[in-house]
């Protein structure tokens, strides 16, 4: 949240909006102080008593009811595009609700000590993985049951816990970060370990509408976290392709809109993705989806000169008439929004989890002809700052 003293602009963890409270100062960055909540004077309406920790990763906003979470986040959004891309977005952004407990399907788990844990805000400090909420109980019971099985082992090797688990929570993978190549005994013990599977993949059954998809990841691929809002975030983007269209996903991972828009909406999909392991991913889905799809395992910089030849050889040649980018936090590349902006699609489909990349972009992709037909959030991050931007632009 942000305050003023005296000119001074202080971002203060621990606060809401519109509240009178007593905080220190920190550190100070350029132009910049940092500072957390030490007492409040006069607290607002929407404070509430936070989780266990508050400064537990997943829980900075945990102490605002969370009507007001995502009241600001919409709020954070129009902000965004008015401060970085100086546009305005249609009228108020509706952020779509989630469920706050066992929303999380991924995480990434630091090992101290033979403890799992999250880290606190700013530091290496762990803290506790239940106590966050984050996670199902079975799945906090799983990790228990798999740190006391290392622990066992008397190794110290783990360094962090690769976590996947798919959305009905009856598949469940890791994959350990160790220091160096583990021993047969800890690979015995992990494989032993009730509720956690071998093989590294899970597999998610989506249904959407009439038609039900089937999408299989690696434990280290990137896939949307939320449980509860991940049918939702899907038929939201793959509603904005038309049928029968041709559309290339950018940054596909393994394959959850490219999939989508090939089987729901009969669509030809051109589906780029540099990472090895999900570009495997992605191509195993493309092909057990049956559909109308093409998979490259590239860096999106290099789509734009890539794509001609590619055409060339389909049946039939191809225009792109629609983009859908789901970039990483850092948004795109310039190469990469150069090569996306050659393509001339009558819409680009922008998915972000990033509101101050995704409003940098935009900017340049208004200049390049384009407007902001819709704009939508979806909060995967709940009790987080994190809030999922889905905007759409038309040439």
Request: charged content about 20%; overall charge neutral.
């Given at each position: 949240?942000?305050?003023?003293?005296?000119?001074?602009?202080?971002?203060?963890?621990?606060?809401?909006?519109?509240?009178?409270?007593?905080?220190?100062?920190?550190?100070?960055?350029?132009?910049?102080?940092?500072?957390?909540?030490?007492?409040?004077?006069?607290?607002?309406?929407?404070?509430?008593?936070?989780?266990?920790?508050?400064?537990?990763?997943?829980?900075?906003?945990?102490?605002?009811?969370?009507?007001?979470?995502?009241?600001?986040?919409?709020?954070?959004?129009?902000?965004?595009?008015?401060?970085?891309?100086?546009?305005?977005?249609?009228?108020?952004?509706?952020?779509?609700?989630?469920?706050?407990?066992?929303?999380?399907?991924?995480?990434?788990?630091?090992?101290?000590?033979?403890?799992?844990?999250?880290?606190?805000?700013?530091?290496?400090?762990?803290?506790?993985?239940?106590?966050?909420?984050?996670?199902?109980?079975?799945?906090?019971?799983?990790?228990?049951?798999?740190?006391?099985?290392?622990?066992?082992?008397?190794?110290?090797?783990?360094?962090?816990?690769?976590?996947?688990?798919?959305?009905?929570?009856?598949?469940?993978?890791?994959?350990?970060?160790?220091?160096?190549?583990?021993?047969?005994?800890?690979?015995?013990?992990?494989?032993?370990?009730?509720?956690?599977?071998?093989?590294?993949?899970?597999?998610?059954?989506?249904?959407?509408?009439?038609?039900?998809?089937?999408?299989?990841?690696?434990?280290?691929?990137?896939?949307?976290?939320?449980?509860?809002?991940?049918?939702?975030?899907?038929?939201?983007?793959?509603?904005?392709?038309?049928?029968?269209?041709?559309?290339?996903?950018?940054?596909?991972?393994v394959g959850l809109f490219?999939?989508?828009?090939?089987?729901?909406?009969?669509?030809?999909?051109?589906?780029?993705?540099g990472d090895r392991v999900?570009a495997e991913d992605l191509?195993?889905?493309?092909?057990?989806?049956?559909?109308?799809?093409?998979?490259?395992?590239?860096?999106?910089?290099?789509?734009?000169?890539?794509?001609?030849?590619?055409?060339?050889?389909?049946?039939?040649?191809?225009?792109?008439?629609?983009?859908?980018?789901?970039?990483?936090?850092?948004?795109?590349?310039?190469?990469?929004?150069?090569?996306?902006?050659?393509?001339?699609?009558?819409?680009?489909?922008?998915?972000?989890?990033?509101?101050?990349?995704?409003?940098?972009?935009?900017?340049?992709?208004?200049?390049?002809?384009?407007?902001?037909?819709?704009?939508?959030?979806?909060?995967?991050?709940?009790?987080?700052?994190?809030?999922?931007?889905?905007?759409?632009?038309?040439?």
């Open positions: 949240m942000i305050a003023r003293v005296g000119g001074q602009v202080v971002l203060v963890g621990g606060a809401i909006p519109g509240e009178r409270i007593q905080a220190r100062i920190d550190r100070v960055g350029k132009g910049v102080a940092f500072a957390e909540t030490v007492s409040i004077d006069e607290p607002s309406a929407d404070r509430r008593a936070p989780f266990a920790d508050p400064l537990c990763g997943g829980c900075t906003y945990s102490h605002i009811t969370y009507q007001r979470q995502l009241e600001i986040k919409g709020q954070v959004i129009a902000d965004a595009f008015a401060r970085i891309g100086r546009l305005v977005l249609p009228p108020a952004i509706a952020v779509k609700a989630s469920p706050e407990q066992g929303y999380r399907m991924r995480a990434r788990l630091h090992v101290r000590g033979g403890r799992f844990g999250f880290f606190r805000e700013g530091t290496h400090d762990l803290c506790d993985v239940r106590g966050t909420q984050q996670l199902l109980p079975d799945t906090c019971d799983a990790l228990d049951r798999l740190a006391q099985a290392i622990r066992s082992t008397g190794t110290d090797i783990v360094q962090g816990v690769e976590l996947a688990e798919n959305v009905a929570a009856d598949q469940r993978v890791v994959h350990l970060d160790t220091s160096r190549p583990p021993d047969v005994r800890l690979l015995e013990v992990v494989r032993s370990t009730q509720g956690l599977t071998p093989p590294p993949f899970v597999t998610d059954a989506l249904t959407i509408g009439e038609a039900t998809l089937t999408l299989r990841r690696h434990a280290l691929s990137f896939f949307q976290g939320n449980r509860f809002l991940l049918r939702d975030l899907v038929a939201h983007v793959v509603e904005r392709v038309p049928v029968g269209s041709t559309v290339a996903d950018l940054y596909a991972g490219a999939v989508s828009a090939a089987v729901l909406r009969g669509a030809w999909v051109v589906a780029v993705e999900a191509h195993a889905n493309a092909q057990a989806a049956g559909g109308q799809l093409t998979t490259a395992r590239q860096p999106v910089e290099h789509f734009a000169a890539w794509f001609p030849r590619v055409m060339s050889k389909l049946s039939r040649p191809l225009t792109i008439e629609t983009v859908i980018v789901d970039p990483p936090r850092t948004g795109m590349s310039r190469e990469a929004l150069d090569g996306l902006l050659s393509l001339h699609a009558a819409r680009i489909i922008y998915v972000s989890c990033d509101v101050a990349t995704l409003a940098r972009d935009a900017r340049r992709i208004v200049n390049a002809g384009y407007t902001i037909a819709r704009a939508d959030a979806f909060d995967l991050f709940p009790n987080t700052p994190h809030v999922e931007t889905v905007v759409m632009f038309e040439k």
